[in-house]
């Protein structure tokens, strides 16, 4: 089979390798709920790949009041690969009314909880008080039915493009987004 798929032409899908605008991410969330608002600005904002959404926990969050945002640790079981970035001041006010939605139902949340977890039936005590952690082909599905439905599946790639934009808007604005392997190593001394 390897053999045969090299001299099978590349796959050449009609998705454009670009990042998403801020009027379809305005679209995207817009068909969404409180959860899948929360996995769309986070990749969007920090530019964390999907791969790396599923994995947060609750104790990765560090609030810093002054600019109403959270720096957020990657990957912070994983010290060879852990790095920090920081989200907007809307994915903090998302990841705020998701965690206020949890707590309603008397989830006990601690820094070990998972960030996102599954979805939950409310009227179900005991799946509430159970959070289990999302897989990446949960996110990966949940983002995937989010672009379907805001009429988007097929314009960009699927999570690269929260990835561009998030780069794209710190270019814009100046930030070198670049000293990631810098922020990694600082954060894995500080450890």
């Known amino acids: ?4 798929m090299r001299f ?3 796959n050449e899908g009609t998705r454009e390798d670009r990042a998403y605008t801020h009027e ?3 679209q995207i969330l817009q068909m969404g709920d409180e959860r899948s ?3 769309v600005l986070l990749m969007a904002s920090t530019g964390m790949r999907i791969g790396a959404v599923h994995v947060l926990q609750i104790g990765d969050l560090t609030e810093i009041p002054q600019y109403k945002l959270y ?3 990657v990957y912070a079981s994983c010290p060879k690969v852990r790095y920090y970035t920081f989200c907007s001041p809307e994915t903090k006010i998302a990841i705020d009314s998701y965690i206020a939605y949890r707590k309603r139902f008397n989830e006990p949340l601690k820094p070990t909880s998972p960030l996102i977890r599954e979805q939950f039936d409310i009227r179900d005590r ?3 008080m159970k959070p289990k952690q999302v897989t990446e082909d949960s996110v990966f599905w949940t983002i995937k039915q ?3 439905r805001a009429g988007k599946a097929d314009k960009v790639k699927q999570s690269h493009g ?3 934009f998030a780069i794209s808007m710190m270019i814009k604005a100046k930030v070198d987004y670049s000293q990631e392997n810098t922020l990694c190593s600082t954060d894995t001394q500080e450890a």
Not at 1 to 4: D, G, N, P, S
Request: proline letters at 8%; zero cysteines.
């Open 71 to 73: 720096r957020i640790t």
């Open 1 to 4: 089979k390897r053999k045969i």
């Open 37 to 39: 608002r929360v996995m």
């Open 146 to 148: 989010l672009l379907k």
């Open 8 to 10: 099978l032409p590349p």
């Open 126 to 128: 005991f799946h509430t």
């Open 162 to 164: 929260y990835r561009k």
């Open 24 to 26: 379809e991410i305005g």
